[in-house]
């Protein structure tokens, strides 16, 4: 990871309240083994609602759930600071540093990619596209009860934040973190700040961030100038479509992980189901995720890295696995008011990515014109604005721990 740009930032002017954590410091579970499928019933979802509307604001009293369980479907009917701010708020004397060249960015079919190891990642990186990484973001934590992780972490001091992108995750990271010194400094204990780096291939964060978060435009996959045993967590979130070579990430992780130390994958595998036979076989979207996995393959991407993820982990030398599954609806349909709540986060996340998500994986893996891929499209936006259709994804997360003994 030679000549990493970095974006460096000084502390913002205020301490961060703990009222603004933007997710609950909680202690996450090991995933239980799967109990027997239930039944789930459908009731309509509610008819006027944009695919891009903000969803039912709130997390949910609890979105666990067994990858097993049937989710419900509602009834069918028709009706209808104490100075931190926002980043488009944020005034501090934060200053950014970064090399012009890394500024740059490819435009394609009128949408915005990254320059630096240019072609190394399919998909844009403009403002519709971050917005829309953020909402991914806000689901899976609603998803997971405002966890961020499932690695059961001690209070780690160095965390890297792999595939940043707006780097949200390293901010919100660094944010609980700030809560809970300030809760366990009420007792008498003191524990020096964590230092949270987020990488990527996009230059897209905010430029002013927490004092301890830094991002760096590097890859993933080149060589890592972490030291042995330097880190306390490494997060790998939605880089399925991205890493070609997961045995040498996984390496490196190891390598630069101190004994005792967790690495976690967390991914969405896109894959469409239904419990009720209203999703039938030529499902639109399962088309579509059929193609942009085949022209991802164009470039060695392997398709639904979540399912091989786990023996990854085990090969790579981690122990203590921590694993979790869960289903998240597409669309409003499920009865219960959480899932709900994230099967709105889902929608609009397919209807906002799709053209970004087929674009590039279509034309340039397989040959396709951009007006043949908006073609396509259309058939997609019908089936995912279809409310009669129930169908779900699911969301997959493995955590894995470096011995204690280890010394590399």
Not at 70 to 90: F, I, K, L, N, P
Not at 167 to 191: F, M, P, Q
Request: hydrophobic fraction near 35%; proline fraction near 8%; include cysteine.
């Amino acid at each position: 990871m030679a000549d990493q740009p970095v974006i460096s930032s000084t502390p913002p002017r205020s301490p961060v309240p703990a009222a603004e954590a933007a997710s609950p410091t909680t202690t996450p579970a090991t995933a239980a083994q799967s109990p027997p499928a239930v039944a789930l019933t459908a009731t309509s979802p509610s008819s006027g609602q944009s695919p891009g509307a903000a969803p039912v604001e709130g997390p949910p009293d609890t979105a666990s759930q067994s990858p097993n369980a049937v989710v419900e479907a509602q009834d069918e009917t028709d009706d209808g600071s104490d100075g931190y701010q926002s980043a488009s708020e944020r005034e501090s004397n934060a200053s950014t540093t970064l090399a012009s060249t890394i500024r740059d960015f490819n435009f394609e079919n009128k949408r915005r990619y990254h320059k630096f190891k240019e072609g190394r990642y399919a998909f844009p990186n403009d403002d519709a596209e971050q917005e829309r990484e953020d909402m991914k973001h806000s689901m899976v934590v609603t998803l997971c009860g405002g966890a961020l992780h499932s690695a059961p972490l001690e209070n780690p001091q160095k965390i890297l934040d792999v595939g940043t992108g707006t780097g949200i995750w390293a901010i919100d990271s660094e944010l609980i973190h700030l809560t809970y010194l300030k809760l366990n400094r009420k007792v008498g204990d003191e524990y020096p700040e964590a230092e949270v780096t987020g990488i990527d291939l996009s230059p897209i964060q905010p430029p002013y961030v927490p004092a301890n978060v830094a991002f760096i435009v590097d890859d993933a996959e080149a060589e890592w100038l972490y030291p042995e045993n330097s880190l306390d967590y490494v997060h790998v979130r939605n880089m399925g479509a991205a890493i070609k070579d997961w045995e040498k990430l996984l390496a490196q992780a190891f390598r630069a992980l101190k004994p005792g130390g967790w690495i976690e994958l967390q991914e969405m595998k896109w894959n469409f189901n239904c419990d009720d036979d209203t999703m039938s076989p030529d499902y639109a979207l399962t088309k579509m995720m059929k193609l942009v996995w085949e022209g991802l393959g164009k470039f060695g991407i392997e398709a639904d890295v979540a399912d091989v993820n786990p023996k990854r982990i085990d090969d790579a030398g981690f122990i203590n696995q921590v694993q979790d599954v869960q289903k998240v609806p597409v669309g409003e349909w499920p009865k219960r008011e959480d899932l709900k709540t994230i099967g709105a986060y889902c929608k609009a996340v397919l209807y906002d990515g799709i053209h970004g998500v087929t674009m590039g994986p279509l034309t340039r893996g397989l040959g396709w014109s951009a007006p043949e891929v908006e073609i396509f499209l259309i058939d997609v936006r019908k089936d995912l604005l279809n409310t009669g259709i129930h169908s779900y994804v699911f969301y997959h997360s493995v955590a894995g721990q470096k011995p204690r003994e280890s010394a590399a």
